[in-house]
């Protein structure tokens, strides 16, 4: 039924979502959260009410983005190549670096959308903390308390990265 829900947001929630992304978008780029809003996505990505686990919700500028120009002053435009730019990058895992800037002591785990509207995109970050004794215990989460496993968002090894090297 939640899952169902999330296919079309804007129909089946109504207007309680237009409120939730308006007060969303006068919040702060990242906010930790308290419970997930998506709780099926969460836990198919290995979420659990425990201590350890962060829940961030963050927000980047929705569009295209431009292609870095580096001494083309004094060029036609055409042969910049500024048209027609496809970024390898998709904005879920853009956000997912941005977030483990911010928490360096955390680990990611995976991130799902949450909202978007003309100018923002929201995406919820589950974050793992792997000096905590609860999580050094799981079986199923201990792997990620490992020193190879390390910063890994930025080697393309959360979900959204591994979709973007393919």
Known sequence: MVRKTWKKPKIMLGESFKERLIKWRKESRFVK????????????????????????????????????????????????????????????????????????????????????????????????DPNNPEIKKDKNLKWICEKQHKRRVFRGLTSSGKRARR
């Open 33 to 128: 959260i308290d419970k997930s809003t998506r709780i099926d996505r969460a836990r198919a990505l290995g979420y659990k009410a425990k201590k350890g686990f962060v829940i961030v919700r963050g927000r980047l500028k929705r569009g295209g983005r431009k292609r870095p120009l580096y001494g083309r002053r004094g060029r036609k435009p055409s042969k910049t190549g500024i048209t027609s730019f496809t970024p390898t990058k998709s904005l879920q895992w853009v956000l997912e670096e941005r977030v483990q800037k911010k928490y360096p002591n955390l680990e990611i785990l995976g991130s799902y959308p949450v909202g978007e509207d003309g100018k923002y995109k929201w995406f919820e970050v589950i974050l793992v």
